[in-house]
């Protein structure tokens, strides 16, 4: 047996498990994951016709999920949606609170989040494909809980809701789907040439 395949990365891993384990690793990824998907928000571009704008925020949630696995990406996510209510301009277009039309979306990205990453802990982030559905069902969430809220927030029907929150995005999460596609399988196959 070679020292390459006995060092490899196995399948029960996410990214992150391969650093040394320690309390102090697991703040720092956690605080990490959070603070990239504030930064990611604010890459915000407004689309006429939509409260909601194209945003890196849901790029990040992911593959904060995908790199952390659920409980680490959850907990990431979650951080990152107290401190926006308790009132740090983080959330999309430097805002924060719990009531804005937007906010359905970011507790849809704590919940894909914590599925996509317990999917990449299964190697749902190792191949090009595979890559492909988890950042499709991670995204199938954040619009499952986001859109009703932007239809229950804003007053709009469903049908209008779907026309505003998700209809415009779909390019744009293809692709992030695609970009993930690269970065996600690329990551583990330049581990495994250095395992």
Known sequence: MSTASAAAPRTGSV????????????????????????????IAVHIPGTPVPVTGQTFAALLVGAGLGAGRGFLSLALYALVGMAGVPWFAGATSGAGGASFGYVLGMLLASTVVGAL??????????RTAGTMVLGSAIIYAVGVPYLAASTGMSLS?????????????????????????PGAWKLIGRRG
């Not at 391969?18 to 994951?33: E, F």
């Not at 990449?120 to 494909?129: E, I, K, Q, T």
């Open 15 to 42: 990214l992150a498990d391969l650093l040394p384990a320690s309390r102090t690793k697991d703040i720092a990824l956690v605080v990490g994951g959070a603070a990239l998907t504030g930064i990611a928000a604010q």
């Open 120 to 129: 990449a802990r299964r190697g749902a982030d190792r191949s090009v494909l």
């Open 160 to 184: 209008a809701a779907v026309a505003a929150g998700l209809t415009p995005f779909l390019l744009g999460d293809a692709l992030k789907a695609a970009l993930a596609m690269g970065l996600l």
